[in-house]
């Protein structure tokens, strides 16, 4: 049986989630880090977009500043999140580690998988996603929210949207994380996209509203982030035949992160 480590990692500015991720990422393709599974939230509330992104021209960071939330680029694509009412997870390991699987589709698949496990471990029944092509909506006249669309082996319940995920690869090593919604307040994402007009902003906030739910609407009650971090933990454990160890970054990984999240609070 295999072991890996697991950390419960608490909330960390923007900058320092995503550092933290990079750091674990790079330090297993250096063979200096172990296989991980990491939980964590976000503080302040934080606007992430994808590492291809234009930030000027799909967020008000004017807005952002305002509300008192932060801005990040995420070392992975896709398109923009906001992180609030959550729990995000990563999975950081070497390309091939079973049940992982070599390719991009496998390490899909076999995470979605566990955290389809931990959704049932909360009660919820939960599938992965039809493939529904990406496109720019014409009525809101921006790009997509990330949440609106669905790819291949992402999380929908009740047809739409729980879990979205993105992954990453450096050398021998690969990055996977995403948010389980667990409130709707990921909906005031619309309040922080460039549009032409408030229609339009309101048109961004119903696709998200109809697009989207998440654990408290599935559960018809609050859910507290332990309760979702150790379901998620549970849900790896038996979907994969883990023995998970509850760790800490080591003074190495500690040191990248401070680096790193230098640099993404001065690119983002």
């Known amino acids: 049986m295999q072991t890996w480590r697991f950390l419960n990692d608490g909330a960390h500015d923007g900058a320092t989630n995503m550092a ?28 992430s977009i994808g590492y291809s992104q234009a930030l000027e021209s799909e967020i008000d960071v004017v807005a952002c500043l305002r509300a008192g939330a932060g801005v990040v680029r995420r070392p992975t694509g896709g398109r923009a ?59 809101s006249g921006a790009s997509p929210p990330c949440f609106v669309g669905s790819g291949r082996y992402e999380i929908v319940a009740g047809g739409r949207k729980l879990i979205g995920s993105a992954q990453r690869r450096v050398g021998r090593a690969m990055l996977q994380h995403g948010s389980l919604l667990m409130d709707s307040t990921h909906e005031q994402l619309a309040d922080f996209m460039l549009v032409d007009s408030e229609e339009r902003r309101k ?66």
């Open 20 to 47: 933290i991720d990079e750091a674990m990422l790079l330090g297993v393709n250096q063979g200096e880090t172990p296989p991980t599974i990491r939980v964590y939230a976000w503080d302040p509330p934080t606007v």
């Open 203 to 268: 048109i961004v906030r119903r696709l998200l509203h109809s697009r989207t739910t998440d654990l408290s609407v599935l559960l018809n009650r609050t859910v507290g982030f332990e309760e979702v971090a150790h379901a998620v933990m549970s849900g790896f454990v038996e979907a994969w035949g883990l023995t998970l160890s509850e760790g800490e970054l080591s003074d190495r990984e500690i040191e990248a992160v401070q680096m790193l999240a230098t640099e993404y609070r001065t690119t983002s």
């Open 81 to 139: 999140v906001f992180h609030a009412g959550e729990l995000t997870y990563s999975v950081i390991a070497p390309s091939g580690t079973p049940p992982i699987g070599a390719s991009i589709m496998e390490a899909y698949s076999a995470i979605a998988n566990a955290l389809l496990a931990g959704l049932r471990l909360l009660g919820v029944q939960a599938e992965l996603a039809s493939v529904v092509p990406e496109t720019r909506d014409r009525d």
